[in-house]
């Protein structure tokens, strides 16, 4: 099993301290994606609006979420081991692997199935649990 991420929040106090923590960098990637672009002054005010910026917020607290990637074996290790967290998941039951975020303070853990194609599952999975989970919180 491996995982991969920075954000595992333990209380939704935490989980609103962290994407919080993440909005000055949310804001600096869009300057710079903006710049890059090369929009003038004018473009930058027209274009890059409060939702432009709280998007770039919601990606990138997405992103950072802790994901652990294992054997469908594994992750039912891992369900067996915490029978406190109600499981969702998401793909196929056909397939070999899975992705999986737990959230502790909800008592809830989500998964995405996948064959071939790990970092595709967890991205679908971080924004599925953003969707799922958090983005009430914020």
Request: some cysteine; aromatic content about 10%; glycine content about 6%.
């Amino acid at each position: 099993m491996q995982t991969d991420g920075a954000f595992a929040p333990d209380s939704e106090d935490e989980a609103r301290e962290l994407y919080d923590s993440v909005g000055p960098a949310a804001q600096v990637v869009v300057r710079e994606t903006a710049k890059a672009m090369e929009f003038d002054r004018e473009e930058y005010r027209e274009r890059v609006t409060g939702e432009v910026i709280e998007t770039a917020r919601d990606a990138l607290f997405a992103s950072l979420l802790v994901v652990h990637d294992g054997t469908r074996e594994e992750f039912e290790t891992w369900c067996d081991e915490h029978p406190e967290y109600e499981a969702e998941s998401l793909g196929s039951e056909n397939v070999d692997n899975v992705v999986w975020h737990a959230v502790s303070f909800a008592d809830k853990v989500l998964a995405a199935t996948y064959q071939n194609e790990p970092e595709a599952a967890a991205g679908t999975l971080r924004r599925q649990a953003f969707g799922r989970v958090y983005r009430e919180l914020f």
